[in-house]
């Protein structure tokens, strides 16, 4: 487990780096968490939004298990659950040390000028009560995916939406917390123009 709680975007990537760089061979989601830390929602909350926005999507699947993983870390969330848990099965799923890598290298530059940007403010919205009704709406995003994963780049919208929730929590930054409330509605219009027209 991650003695130090991420502080930002930058640090997040630097947890999934040493958990690639230490692996023996592929990277497990079981390795990922650890390194992250079981108690830290925001952060768990960035990474499946940011892996769902990267090579590691271009898998088969992976983004319906990476929304899999967000809802259940969403759920203990929203009944204010200390420390995450994940089935065994899921905790046993990996992905090349190579992906990871490649994933970290792509977003190195965006974390740097996305860092500089986020600070504490309205830090109404990031209330433990507030904190509840980003679990829920990121629950609602999550279930999005996998039909959205059928259409061209769909599944990037909740994605992004789901890492700006969990930069939002790090930074303890309403603003970012309302532009993710955007971002997701815009991903709930897509699932509805996918089912409605």
């Keep these: 487990m991650a003695e130090h709680p991420a502080q930002d ?50 898998i088969p699947t992976a983004p319906s298990i ?20 994940i089935p065994r099965f899921l905790e046993k799923l990996s992905v090349k040390p190579e992906r990871v890598r490649k994933t970290v290298k792509i977003c190195q530059k965006p974390a740097r000028v996305i860092d500089r940007m986020v600070r504490p403010r309205l830090q109404g919205l990031t209330k433990p009560l507030a904190d509840r009704l980003v679990a829920l709406v990121c629950l609602l995003v999550a ?29 303890r930054d309403g603003l970012v917390v ?3 409330h955007a971002v997701s509605l815009t991903a709930l ?4 123009w996918k089912f409605l027209f």
Aim: with cysteine.
């Design 66 to 85: 990476i929304a899999l993983i967000t809802v259940l870390v969403s759920v203990q969330l929203l009944f204010g659950r200390k420390s995450i848990w």
């Design 189 to 192: 219009g897509l699932l509805a």
């Design 178 to 180: 309302l532009i993710a």
């Design 143 to 171: 279930l999005c995916v996998p039909p959205l994963e059928l259409l061209p780049f769909a599944a990037f919208v909740p994605s992004l939406a789901i890492a700006t929730f969990g930069l939002g929590l790090i930074a």
């Design 9 to 58: 975007l930058e640090d997040v990537l630097g947890e999934l780096q040493t958990a690639a760089e230490t692996s023996g061979g592929k990277v497990s989601v079981e390795e990922i968490m650890e390194a992250v830390g079981k108690r830290s929602f925001g952060p768990l909350l960035l990474l499946g939004g940011l892996l769902g926005m990267t090579p590691v999507a271009a």
